[in-house]
């Protein structure tokens, strides 16, 4: 399984926002192959995940089921809407 490094990362960061601040519209169009690849790169850094960001359609690994269940025991367990988006993260982040 191979995943996206820091650069790759930016890169489609770039791609999804406007004016530093993530655009949920320009999420939509990601792949769902680019989508699962930056959620695992969140994930393997351990930083929460908009929960518009997670595939909702196969992508190379996981479907949307199989990625919140991966999710769910990676420790991403709990959900919480913040002011403009929903996150999936650890008890240890604290969304405000």
Do not use: C, D, S
Request: no cysteine; aromatic share 10%; glycine share 8%.
């Amino acid at each position: 399984m191979t995943t996206l490094n820091k650069r790759q990362f930016a890169a489609l960061l770039k791609r999804i926002t406007t004016k530093k601040m993530l655009n949920t519209h320009l999420i939509g169009l990601l792949t769902n192959v680019e989508r699962e690849e930056m959620v695992l790169h969140i994930v393997r850094n351990r930083g929460p995940v908009v929960k518009e960001l997670i595939p909702t359609l196969p992508g190379r690994y996981f479907g949307y089921e199989n990625m919140r269940a991966w999710m769910f025991g990676m420790g991403y367990t709990t959900e919480t809407k913040g002011k403009l988006f929903t996150f999936v993260h650890t008890a240890a982040h604290r969304i405000k």
